[in-house]
């Protein structure tokens, strides 16, 4: 009785580690979709509106999407609290904050990152320019995600409990 509750425990925990893995594969798309729309939200306040760039991080931090809404209010609460900090060392510190809790990769953190050096310090014309190029390159980062989500999905839930029953085996 002792070996199947033990079986169970192992099946069970590699099954977690494999949802787990494929959960940030599934979740990736669409947190790339939401920051997208939120881009072109912001391209929309700057190019239309003429927002500055601290009430239109406001705007966005209630208006995004949920997921990544943070991004946005971290970057407006350094752009707020911190006297003489660029729009860049925001966007930076931003970035860092939001990233660890997110399901993006480092080349989607390049092109964040890429973005804030163009934030704040260039007239409308060229901000648009800089979140347009930024949209487009996030549109590619899209495609590529749905193709490893397609891919890896299943293959990790499976894996996850596969290499549970494996170990189960080895050990019995």
């Not at 931090?61 to 990544?68: F, G, I, K, T, W």
């Not at 911190?82 to 390049?110: H, I, M, R």
């Not at 890896?152 to 085996?169: A, M």
Request: hydrophobic residues 50%.
């Amino acid at each position: 009785m002792l070996k199947l509750m033990g079986s169970l425990v192992i099946i069970f925990s590699f099954g977690l580690i494999g949802v787990f893995i494929a959960r940030s594969y599934a979740l990736r798309p669409e947190e790339l979709r939401s920051l997208q729309a939120a881009l072109q939200m912001l391209e929309t306040e700057i190019a239309y509106a003429a927002t500055p760039l601290a009430d239109a991080l406001l705007s966005l931090s209630a208006r995004a999407d949920q997921r990544v809404r943070p991004l946005f209010a971290y970057a407006l609460k350094e752009l707020s609290a911190t006297p003489g900090c660029t729009a860049q060392e925001a966007w930076d510190k931003a970035l860092k904050n939001f990233y660890p809790q997110a399901a993006l990769t480092k080349s989607d953190l390049v092109i964040l990152g890429n973005l804030g050096r163009a934030l704040g310090i260039s007239d409308r014309q060229d901000q648009v320019r800089h979140l347009r190029l930024a949209s487009e390159q996030i549109g590619a980062e899209i495609a590529r995600a749905q193709n490893a989500a397609f891919k890896y999905v299943k293959l990790w839930n499976y894996l996850g409990f596969l290499g549970g029953l494996v170990l189960v085996l080895l050990l019995y």
